[in-house]
């Protein structure tokens, strides 16, 4: 009988990514965490309702993926990955989910940091060979990925995933352009199913005119992929509120995977997964309706700061902008004060905390920074018509995961 303890160990001397196992009766082991434990109390139940394999991206845009056995009695978890450098962002916003105190931010952050970059192509593909290491079973991306494998290669490879390259030598116009636009335009607005829709439904239509980039079937199909993930991010994904840095390190990401790769086929492969990377990356940023990025980001940043003693003055801080001028807008655009939705997100925290973990009141109270635990109590009654222990009752192990930028939500 496998030792999967040794296995688990094993996989991550060998690629350096967290993985844990669970049974029917929960969690089993875990190497390569920063602490024992269940690693993945938020993360499973959203993987168990996508099947096997699977992969999720969190608010943060780490990657999480799901493997199971070949009989289903036990599965395996691992993540996160990233495929940009971890910043203060996803490491405060980890920290966050899983209720780690400030004080051990050093730490945190040296344990993301030391998990290798892979890009989405990358790990799906990781998933995949732990797939066939469990079960014996060889799954391409598209078949175990749900991306429609009938002309999918000629889809991205040969009709629309091209820049609107002006070919200077004849001065004509390549047939793409018109395409490309609505594609950017799928990409920047964050809509995963209705790109890929698009892009399926456009197999059907008379193939695209492209332009010579190359005199092999290989750089060709290099030289529009590196042109297309440029216009993708430059073009799409920043404009869709994705932020500059991020795309561009993705962008570089994605050109020097691409180079590395010997075939055309794993090319366009490359170049649908980027599509998908892109889009979902832009769905997590997507400003909500009626808020200003001014004041998108000073509710980024009390949602990445709510395990810490931050004030109203921070937050003016943080924005630069003068106090009078911030609470009018403030108000203005969420219809409420900073102060409100300083205590709001806390409390929405507080609801994750007590649904998904054993954490006691006194725990989640100081984590949330109230001044004691009946101030925490009374504000979670007042602000929800409940006590603390009345909605862990009620709601535990719920798969609804609430997010503290939700500040509509009762």
Do not use: W
Request: glycine content about 6%; aromatic content about 12%.
């Amino acid at each position: 009988m496998t030792d999967y303890s040794v296995f688990c160990e094993m996989f991550y001397a060998a690629h350096y990514l967290p993985l844990a196992m669970y049974d029917a009766s929960g969690f089993v082991c875990a190497s390569g965490y920063y602490e024992t434990g269940d690693p993945y109390p938020f993360v499973l139940p959203k993987l168990l309702d996508l099947g096997s394999p699977s992969v999720y991206v969190s608010s943060d845009t780490g990657y999480y993926g799901l493997v199971k056995c070949t009989d289903g009695s036990c599965c395996f978890v691992l993540g996160p990955a990233y495929s940009t450098p971890v910043t203060d962002e996803f490491i405060l916003s980890f920290m966050n989910k899983n209720a780690i105190a400030p004080n051990r931010y050093g730490e945190i952050a040296s344990y993301l940091s030391g998990i290798p970059q892979y890009t989405y192509n990358q790990f799906l593909n990781l998933l995949l060979y732990l797939h066939y290491v469990l079960t014996g079973q060889r799954l391409s991306v598209a078949e175990a990925f749900t991306i429609t494998n009938t002309g999918y290669q000629q889809l991205i490879g040969r009709q629309h995933t091209e820049n609107a390259y002006q070919a200077r030598e004849d001065q004509r116009q390549h047939g793409t352009y018109y395409f490309e636009r609505q594609m950017l335009s799928l990409v920047q607005s964050g809509d995963v199913e209705k790109l890929n829709r698009f892009l399926m439904a456009s197999l059907q239509a008379e193939p695209l005119k492209e332009g010579k980039l190359a005199d092999t079937p290989l750089r060709q199909a290099k030289n529009l992929l590196i042109g297309t993930v440029a216009m993708v991010g430059k073009e799409a994904a920043i404009p869709g509120g994705m932020d500059v840095e991020q795309a561009y390190q993705l962008i570089d990401v994605y050109t020097q995977e691409c180079e590395m790769l010997q075939s055309v086929e794993a090319v366009k492969n490359l170049q649908y997964n980027m599509l998908i990377d892109f889009t979902k990356r832009v769905a997590q940023q997507k400003l909500p309706a009626g808020i200003s990025r001014e004041i998108y980001s000073c509710m980024q940043f009390i949602s990445m700061h709510i395990n810490e003693p931050i004030s109203v003055t921070d937050v003016v801080a943080h924005s630069g902008k003068s106090r009078a001028y911030l609470f009018q807008k403030f108000r203005r655009e969420s219809g409420t004060n900073i102060g409100a939705f300083i205590t709001r997100c806390r409390l929405r925290e507080a609801k994750s905390l007590l649904r998904y973990t054993d954490k006691s009141l006194g725990e989640i109270s100081s984590y949330l920074c109230f001044s004691s635990q009946s101030h925490f109590q009374n504000s979670f009654k007042k602000h929800f018509g409940v006590t603390p222990m009345e909605y862990r009752r009620n709601h535990v192990y719920s798969n609804e995961r609430v997010d503290c930028l939700d500040y509509d939500a009762p």
